[in-house]
């Protein structure tokens, strides 16, 4: 772990956490314990504290992609192209379900309680209860690569992004195509929803974030947001707790806070920082500080706190 106090990059901590790059990080246990998961098939425990490992947990047989946390912090469900889910007991670290797939596993996501949605590389999905580890239903959703896999914060919707360049959200009780959005000319490589669920952004692989008023449906006569700062593929992106700021970071080795009451840049983090290839973002405050976990490619994770001041 190595710590720097510079106040203009104002990194924390840097954990060499695995030997390939990391897909994955999380806040977990009242922000104590960073969860990582890697393309070296293993899922790490580190000490937010101090940085030491706590734990390791191994089963997968190909590069883990994605994993999510239900929200009491009990369940994790890992995502790995070995074409299987994983769900593991966070406590004892053991095992407890695989479930294996047709194709390739791109993403997966929880609704926080005993839902959890997994994409593949044909553009499907499907619904899993992790209570009685049973399919609850699947859709062809797009026509190529799901890349994303968001619920909404109240459980009832599901958005699901691919490399088709669109952005859809499903009724995850009828099973059925709410929207449909588009306007991105590249890849859509990460989606998610406001903590209100008002609004949803995508973020792109053409250098450019939407959001659309997915409540007022403004999006509709007006068109979305199109928020543009970065100078290469936007990896990912997320909003604050109270929806007032949302972070967005990208292979141009950028990290970008916006107001979301402005849609205008509020901060901007640039290589010096990251001296990587891409970043994602693991969670966004606004109390008086903001901080982030990016993992990166070259399988580092850094901890990052910057003073937020209110505008």
Request: charged share 20%; aromatic share 10%; proline share 0%.
């Amino acid at each position: 772990v190595t710590m720097d106090t510079s106040k203009d990059e104002s990194k924390i901590a840097e954990l060499h956490a695995h030997k390939e790059c990391v897909s994955f990080c999380r806040l977990v246990h009242h922000d104590e314990v960073i969860v990582t998961a890697s393309y070296d098939r293993t899922i790490g425990f580190w000490s937010s504290l101090n940085g030491e490992k706590r734990q390791t947990l191994a089963k997968h047989s190909n590069k883990i992609v994605a994993c999510c946390v239900n929200e009491k912090n009990e369940l994790l469900l890992s995502a790995s192209w070995d074409k299987t889910i994983i769900l593991w007991d966070m406590t004892t670290g053991q095992h407890l379900w695989v479930q294996p797939h047709n194709t390739l596993v791109t993403s997966c996501h929880t609704n926080g309680q005993h839902c959890y949605a997994s994409t593949t590389d044909s553009g499907k999905y499907t619904l899993w209860d992790s209570r009685s580890r049973s399919e609850i239903a699947s859709k062809e959703a797009h026509a190529t690569t799901i890349t994303c896999c968001r619920f909404s914060h109240n459980g009832l919707n599901l958005c699901t992004c691919s490399m088709d360049r669109q952005a859809c959200i499903w009724d995850v009780r009828m099973h059925r195509k709410l929207l449909s959005l588009g306007g991105h000319v590249n890849i859509v490589s990460s989606c998610v929803f406001s903590h209100n669920d008002h609004r949803l952004c995508t973020a792109s692989w053409d250098k450019s974030l939407r959001v659309y008023d997915i409540a007022s449906g403004a999006y509709r006569l007006e068109g979305a947001v199109v928020l543009e700062n970065h100078d290469g593929c936007v990896s990912s992106c997320d909003f604050s707790n109270d929806d007032s700021l949302m972070v967005s970071v990208g292979y141009d080795m950028g990290l970008n806070i916006w107001n979301m009451n402005t849609y205008q840049l509020k901060s901007c983090f640039k290589a010096s920082i990251f001296h990587c290839m891409y970043a994602f973002i693991i969670r966004l405050y606004t109390h008086a500080f903001v901080w982030h976990v990016c993992a990166r490619l070259d399988v580092c994770v850094c901890v990052f706190g910057c003073l937020c001041v209110q505008s």
